[in-house]
């Protein structure tokens, strides 16, 4: 939490244990809440709430309470889901009282406050849901083939010449497929910065802030020592915007000029000029707000859709460079159903069910997002003889869940062989895309975008190149356990690895125009 000056800081302390001591005069019986750690007076479970790394301290409060919990903090009740069907039966089953998102002051004052992902459950959301609903369907995504194909191809490239770049190389593929897609433009430095930016807040939305109980400090002057937060809070709210205005109108003008190529964009620019007035107005804001969360993808909701996609893809790299096994029977496949002289297509996909399996793998090896996108519920419900009351925050363990042993043995490795029975996808075992992309009405809506983006690059990296551990300065491999970052989204934190083309004829592929 950041520092504010003395008089405001004790101002606050009064103030919380106000609102504390009015909250715990009013709340309900404790036993019908789900179990969970005694609430300590004033601050309630706030030293629970782990800062490092949460998903592992909760599994443990599961482990001990059960598969639903339930904390307090500052008044606010936050119940954490440690099981798919509980989560179903909560968020999906029940969806019409748990698909909102927590208010948040903090959201608004970093400049994030238009950002459908964080707005609460209603008719505004779903306006801005249907603007993406028919490009992101199962069918609709195929528009979007030869984006990722031509993305997948350049990726290859620019590894063959340099694969020490290999981040910078993956957040450019997934980049520039997204940034095509949903405004029909070329990636440029100046529009990664532009997300760069923006996306730097990232930690003040996943941390929250004092401002979400105490919503007058904002109102603090920020010539105050101590209020560095406040003008870092105003510096957002100049470029978060900028992120979402300036390629909407880079777009709009390019598709006005003629010839822009086919996205989500175009189809909007063409629903907005069926409407007339206020209509019009409204909808090219609703348009222009939809397709930036659509770039970025993430999270508090979204400041990371594509970092999601290209975590998950660096999370590959490394994998693959500690498990070389699966390289080689992944290529086998690729041999025999692409063949040496091009590179694999999604029209390959259902051939491939090893391929798959290695992208459901590493969906659930590394899921980046280990607590989903907090829901936030509506009204008080009953569940298996426990209270959920309304304006619960519900977060859920996806990453308890697809580490449990007895879902996925061994849960640390990674197998692919474990989604496959006879070299044939296995029904009975659960595919972690039901687990990773969330749940009910607020469901990731570029689940099948991501996953054709993963399916093209993974393809084409397999049947081109060879990936094994880094060297170190003797050019001895060096092998390191992954360690994950704590983030909104989460990514492996040292992603090296060697990375060469795995024959002369997978080269020539490569270097080949595509
Ligand atoms: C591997 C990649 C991705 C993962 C793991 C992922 C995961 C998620 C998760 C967990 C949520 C919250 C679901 C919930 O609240 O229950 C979400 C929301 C969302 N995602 Fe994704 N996502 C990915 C990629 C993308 C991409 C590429 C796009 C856009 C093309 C996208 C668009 C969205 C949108 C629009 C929402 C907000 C939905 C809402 O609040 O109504 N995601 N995503």
Sequence with gaps: MNSLPSVVLAVLVASVCSLLISFYWRAPVKSQLPPGPRPLP????????????????????????????????????LIVVDNHDTAVDLLDKRSSIYSSRPPSNTVDLCGWGWDFAF?????????????????LSR???????????????????RLLSTP????DHVRLAIGATLMKAVY????????????????????????????????????????????????????????VPAMRDIPWMDAKAAISRGGAPV?????????????????????????RNALSLAYGGRYRADAHRGRQTYATLCAFFVAMSLYPEVQQKARAELDAVVGPSRLPTQADRDNLPYVDAVIKE??????????????????DDHYNDFLIPANSVILVNAWSILHDPEMFPEPDKFV????????????????????IFGYGRRICQGRYFAEAALFTCIASVLHTLDISLPLDGDGRPVRKEPSISTDLVTHIEDCRCTIKPRSASAEALIRSPG
Excluded at 213 to 236: D, E, I, K, Q
Excluded at 418 to 435: H, K, Q
């Design 263 to 287: 996205s989500l964009a175009s189809a909007s620019v063409e629903n907005i000029a069926q409407l007339k007035g206020d209509d019009a107005v409204k909808q090219d804001e609703i348009c």
């Design 164 to 167: 020490d770049r290999l981040v």
């Design 119 to 135: 707005m609460p459950y209603g008719p505004l959301w779903r306006a801005h849901r249907r603007v993406l609903s028919p490009h």
């Design 362 to 379: 590493t969906l659930r090896w590394h899921n980046a997002t280990p607590l989903l996108i907090p829901h936030f519920s509506t009204a």
């Design 184 to 239: 029909g433009l070329e990636i440029t430095d100046e529009y990664i910065k532009l997300f760069a930016n923006a996306f730097s807040s990232s930690d003040i939305l996943l941390n929250g802030s004092i401002l979400d109980f105490l919503p007058f400090l904002a109102h603090v002057p920020t010539w105050l020592p101590g209020t560095a937060f406040l003008r870092r809070l105003a510096y957002y709210r100049e470029v």
């Design 42 to 77: 004033v601050i309630g479970n706030l030293l629970d709430i782990p800062k490092i790394r949460p998903w592992e301290v909760y599994r443990e409060l599961s482990r001990k309470y059960g598969n639903l919990i339930s904390l307090q903090v500052f008044g606010r009740t």
């Design 416 to 435: 692919p062989e474990r989604y496959l029975t006879d070299g044939r996808p296995n029904a009975t075992v659960s595919d972690p895309a039901t687990v």
């Design 139 to 157: 069918d609709g995504v195929s528009m979007f083939n030869d984006y990722h194909a031509t993305n997948a191809h350049r990726l290859l490239q």
